[in-house]
């Protein structure tokens, strides 16, 4: 089930959070300093195309906090924005629901993307 959910997530709009999460990923991998934030945005499009099965931890630091407060004006609240625009249509209707929760978890990543990490659920 969980395979069938995530290939339906690309179609409802988890292709292309991923792209903009690849995107600013690019973006900050420019520069020699932005590449830690690169590289924890690459994590993250790699989460973004496979959300479902898997929770985010926060296990944050004073670096991680940091970084969260830098990367909050500089590239999180426009992704947070988007996922969230994106989170609310696909809630409007019923079978898009759990699609607009898994966008709404993207969105609270996109606030604090740094310190997190991420897990697969197993179930029993």
Not at 44 to 54: D, M, R, V
Not at 87 to 105: A, D, E, M, N, Y
Request: include cysteine; charge should be positive.
């Amino acid at each position: 089930m969980r395979i069938f959910g995530n290939i339906l997530w690309m179609l409802c709009g988890g292709l292309f959070s991923a792209i903009l999460w690849f995107g600013v990923g690019c973006l900050y991998c420019i520069t020699l300093i932005g590449i830690p934030i690169g590289v924890q945005c690459f994590k993250i499009a790699g989460l973004t195309l496979n959300p479902f099965g898997q929770e985010i931890k926060s296990e944050g630091g004073p670096v991680s906090f940091l970084l969260n407060v830098w990367w909050f004006f500089f590239g999180g609240m426009e992704l947070a924005l988007a996922n969230f625009i994106i989170g609310v249509l696909l809630c409007i209707t019923i079978i898009g629901i759990p699609f607009g929760k898994q966008f709404f978890k993207l969105a609270a990543l996109s606030l604090a993307p740094f310190g997190t990490e991420v897990q697969r659920v197993h179930f029993a």
